[in-house]
């Protein structure tokens, strides 16, 4: 398919923080759409069968009251910090330093997170252009485009697929002064970015962008896309950042999905990746498969294996690599994050994660599947929950993670013996008061000493695990941490 097209100006003043951008809301926030998963999932709203059933739930004291905080004994609540002037969908958080970094549809939000049990907002940018997936890398911030926008600044408004004007990709911010990013570049990317993964190095940064759902009505994301957009980032003159390579990784067509596998998304495109620089290597969630990258040469990553698992994983989401690169935990989006799959009837194999070795060396490396993890936590028939966003909690000689199942909350769980996961700690609250909310914690990371929590509707939360197990990991510490490019604790 052709190259897509790169925007390479600058892109001129300041990148207003909220207050100065308040009057744009006229415009429209972004629209919330969920991840698709499978093509069976519910639109998110309760039926009277599921309120009802809830009810029933909450009165046996199977699951927490309507918007109670429960946590196991081993797990503190610090504190909530409700959403501030950016009222959307939270999503994806990033750090550096004293800093946390919240995305929102509608923007972003910086906070200080020097003293945990009182993090305080310290900027908030009005861009709206969902889902904004956020990560940072020395003085630059990026967030993902996936909604079709009337142009690539902060002012936009929302607009067709199908018209040739619409844009959609990278965003690119200076973040050198917390309290005023400024807002330098933007690229444009085949299919937008609803999600993407840095290599840096030390005079550029490389983003895997992924992105999918070509359609032969949209101009600028037509199929086959069966690869990822690279672009090159120079740290020191970020307005020339641009497409560099759109390597095809699924040259046969990948998972063809429905009607050959019932339940499956087809493979059209990946979802997410996450790289580990120290080893050269990447795992992608892509829909239909999951893959494992050498990424030796981060301008061209090349695919050494790949696996699917059509009887119970319906959507490749996310992969987090185990401390010593070893074992990749693939999660599975049942239902595309608004579906109620934590219930007896979906059962513990569909909407987990799936734990895989990595056996052999260089090309002849394979993933091996180990077992499957889902919370034994059972979730009212109105709360969306499913396997979501997560980080290792850096315990020597132990694979331990933090998870978030969106209303199944956050999750601690221990995955040492692959073959035996289990979970060790946990917070949730119980089903909101309005049964058609969708919300729950969208990712929870661990962080020099705590989890932070970006809770959908209810904000930002701080958490303190107490348990033995984890307690090795008070000793680590990072100045910048991004998910998706998992650090070599080692």
């Not at 890398?137 to 929302?158: H, P």
């Amino acid at each position: 398919m052709p190259r897509p097209r790169a925007r390479r100006r600058r892109l001129g003043a300041a990148a207003a923080v909220f207050g100065l951008l308040a009057t744009l809301f006229a415009a429209g926030p972004a629209a919330a759409v969920p991840d698709p998963g499978d093509p069976s999932a519910t639109s998110g709203k309760a039926s009277k069968q599921d309120r009802k059933e809830a009810r029933a739930a909450i009165e046996s004291g199977e699951v927490p009251g309507v918007d109670e905080v429960v946590h196991s004994r081993n797990v503190s609540h610090l504190t909530n910090l409700p959403k501030g002037a950016l009222k959307n969908l939270n999503t994806d958080l990033a750090f550096q330093g004293r800093y946390a970094f919240a995305g929102n549809y509608d923007g972003f939000t910086v906070y200080d997170i020097s003293r945990p049990k009182s993090p305080k907002i310290v900027s908030q940018v009005l861009c709206p252009g969902g889902q904004n997936d956020i990560s940072v890398s020395g003085d630059l911030l990026f967030l993902s485009t996936d909604s079709s926008r009337s142009d690539d600044s902060c002012n936009s408004t929302a607009m067709s697929p199908t018209e040739k004007s619409a844009w959609e990709g990278i965003k690119v911010f200076d973040i050198s002064d917390k309290r005023n990013p400024e807002y330098v570049a933007s690229v444009e990317t085949a299919c937008g970015s609803h999600t993407h993964t840095l290599v840096p190095d030390r005079k550029d940064v490389y983003v895997y962008v992924s992105s999918y759902f070509p359609d032969e009505t949209f101009p600028d994301c037509r199929p086959p896309h069966d690869g990822i957009s690279i672009v090159k980032v120079p740290r020191k003159a970020p307005e020339n950042a641009s497409v560099v390579d759109f390597p095809v990784l699924f040259p046969d067509g990948g998972n063809p999905g429905e009607p050959e596998n019932p339940g499956v998304t087809p493979t059209t495109g990946c979802h997410d990746i996450t790289t580990f620089p120290e080893l050269e290597i990447a795992a992608g969630a892509c829909m239909g498969d999951g893959i494992l990258m050498d990424i030796s040469d981060p301008a061209e990553p090349r695919v050494v294996d790949r696996v699917q698992d059509n009887e119970n994983f319906a959507f490749w989401h996310s992969a987090t690599f185990s401390e010593n690169g070893r074992k990749v935990v693939f999660t599975d989006e049942l239902g595309g994050g608004v579906g109620a799959t934590c219930n007896a009837e979906v059962g513990d194999k569909r909407g987990a994660n799936g734990i895989y070795h990595i056996t052999g060396k260089g090309d002849d490396r394979k993933l091996v599947f180990k077992s499957y993890f889902k919370i034994p936590r059972h979730q009212a028939d109105t709360e969306n929950c499913v396997a979501h966003n997560g980080s290792l909690i850096p315990v020597k000689g132990r694979d331990i993670m933090v998870q978030a199942w969106y209303q199944g909350g956050v999750s601690v769980w221990e995955f040492t013996d692959s073959t035996k996961p289990r979970e060790i700690g946990y917070f949730e609250r119980g089903p909101y008061s309005d049964p058609d909310s969708i919300g729950g914690s969208w990712s929870a990371y661990y962080y020099n000493g705590h989890v932070y929590s970006n809770d959908i509707q209810m904000g930002f939360d701080v958490l303190k695990i107490r348990d033995p197990r984890t307690a090795g990991a008070e000793r680590v510490r990072l100045w910048e941490f991004n998910a998706q490019t998992q650090p070599d604790y080692r």
